[in-house]
């Protein structure tokens, strides 16, 4: 267990030892009244009474300690990590009795009861093993058969052996698809270890190389096109008229 982990245990057993005292201090006075004549029985009653109210009033409490144990049996997550809960992305401050507090990427800090917590499904980002990117390249359908062949290439030659590459996630580039304004390829990739900005720092690496070398070549990326076509009612092509000269609109 490494020291996040003890903290946290900490954090989460120490009411165990102040209820453990609690409950052998009230079994020590009940004895007491119990020798010098007291109605044991009544004060029990009066006990259960009294228990059953403060249970009733402090469900949720309970229903958070409960949940916190369960975090800690369980350990989807310690301090330090960055998590993704209940549309929260950040990272883990605290892990109390109640509650988990959590570090917002945008500053913020928010609370989640431990309750909550033990019933949703966390993505524990902090434990990733790699960060893959998968990203589309899209060039123009006059590109000839040759040219896509090339482009293909080019991306391979970039990311050969490239670094932060493991041999067990080899890169992949395919020509994969006809898009409707464009030829796609498709680029996947991973960077280990799981350096955010580093992996930042390296796709912006690739996508200069990529655009050079593209560009040497003559290979054009695509954008967006829409063609219109006018036709009056009997399917024929509209003609229309500027400064009064006939044009086939298109």
Same mark, same amino acid.
């Given at each position: 267990?490494?020291?996040?982990?003890?903290?946290?245990?900490?954090?989460?057993?120490?009411? #165990?030892?102040?209820?453990?005292?609690?409950?052998?201090?009230? @079994?020590?006075?009940?004895?007491?009244?119990?020798?010098?004549?007291?109605?044991?029985? $009544?004060?029990?009653?009066?006990?259960?009474?009294?228990?059953?109210?403060?249970?009733?009033?402090?469900?949720?409490?309970?229903?958070?300690?409960?949940?916190? =144990?369960?975090?800690?049996?369980?350990?989807?997550?310690?301090?330090?990590?960055? =998590?993704? #809960?209940?549309?929260?992305?950040?990272?883990?401050?605290?892990?109390?009795?109640?509650?988990?507090?959590?570090?917002?990427?945008?500053?913020?800090?928010?609370?989640?009861?431990? !309750?909550?917590? $033990?019933?949703?499904? =966390?993505? *524990?980002?902090?434990?990733?093993?790699?960060?893959?990117?998968?990203?589309?390249? $899209?060039?123009?359908?006059?590109?000839?058969?040759?040219?896509?062949?090339?482009?293909?290439?080019?991306?391979?030659?970039?990311?050969?052996?490239?670094?932060?590459?493991?041999?067990? @996630?080899?890169?992949?580039?395919?020509?994969?698809?006809?898009?409707?304004?464009?030829?796609?390829?498709?680029?996947?990739?991973?960077?280990?270890?799981?350096?955010?900005?580093?992996?930042?720092?390296? *796709?912006?690496?690739? *996508?200069?190389?990529?655009?050079?070398?593209?560009?040497?070549?003559?290979?054009? @990326?695509?954008?967006?096109?829409?063609?219109?076509?006018?036709?009056?009612?009997?399917? !024929?092509?509209?003609? =229309?008229?500027?400064?009064?000269?006939?044009?086939? $609109?298109?």
């Amino acid at each position: 267990m490494d020291k996040m982990d003890q903290e946290s245990t900490i954090v989460l057993l120490r009411p #165990v030892k102040n209820v453990s005292k609690v409950v052998i201090v009230i @079994f020590a006075v009940i004895l007491w009244l119990d020798n010098i004549g007291f109605d044991v029985g $009544a004060i029990l009653a009066g006990l259960g009474v009294g228990g059953l109210a403060v249970a009733l009033a402090a469900q949720d409490t309970l229903k958070n300690f409960l949940g916190s =144990i369960m975090i800690l049996l369980d350990r989807p997550y310690h301090v330090g990590q960055r =998590i993704v #809960v209940k549309g929260h992305d950040g990272v883990v401050e605290e892990i109390g009795l109640r509650s988990t507090k959590m570090r917002l990427l945008t500053g913020h800090q928010t609370t989640v009861p431990n !309750e909550e917590m $033990a019933k949703e499904d =966390i993505e *524990n980002i902090g434990r990733r093993p790699h960060i893959r990117r998968l990203t589309n390249i $899209a060039i123009t359908y006059d590109t000839p058969p040759d040219k896509v062949e090339k482009a293909l290439k080019i991306i391979r030659d970039i990311l050969d052996d490239h670094e932060g590459m493991d041999p067990e @996630f080899p890169l992949r580039v395919y020509f994969n698809e006809f898009n409707p304004a464009s030829l796609n390829i498709l680029v996947l990739y991973w960077y280990h270890p799981p350096d955010y900005w580093g992996f930042l720092a390296f *796709n912006g690496r690739v *996508n200069l190389q990529i655009m050079q070398e593209f560009k040497k070549e003559g290979i054009k @990326f695509a954008f967006p096109t829409t063609t219109t076509f006018l036709t009056q009612e009997d399917g !024929e092509p509209l003609h =229309i008229s500027l400064g009064g000269e006939a044009q086939l $609109a298109s």
